[in-house]
């Protein structure tokens, strides 16, 4: 179930936040109406971050041995190509 809290929360009912999240559920916080952040468990984060960080040291090698550059249009286009392939 989706949680949204206001910000002030974080400092008033930081425990059941820190409940809410140990369970694998985001805390959405918002300010004056609008979303302003997400609270997500260590555990959580290190999982959606945790790739990207080894996939763009991977990218970056390769950058490094290759002198191929693409536009952005270029990558664009070939993105949306695999991926209406793949459909």
């Given amino acids: 179930m989706i949680q949204i809290k206001p910000v002030s929360d974080l400092r008033n009912k930081f425990t059941e936040i ?16 609008h979303g302003t952040m997400v609270v997500l468990s260590l555990e959580d984060y290190s999982r959606l971050a945790g790739n990207i960080e ?10 490094e041995s290759d002198s191929t550059r693409y536009t952005r249009d270029e990558m664009y286009n070939m993105l949306k190509a695999r991926i209406d392939a793949a459909r």
């Fill in 18 to 33: 820190e409940r809410i999240v140990s369970t694998g559920n985001p805390v959405f916080l918002t300010k004056n109406g």
């Fill in 54 to 63: 080894k996939e763009l040291m991977i990218a970056e090698a390769a950058a």
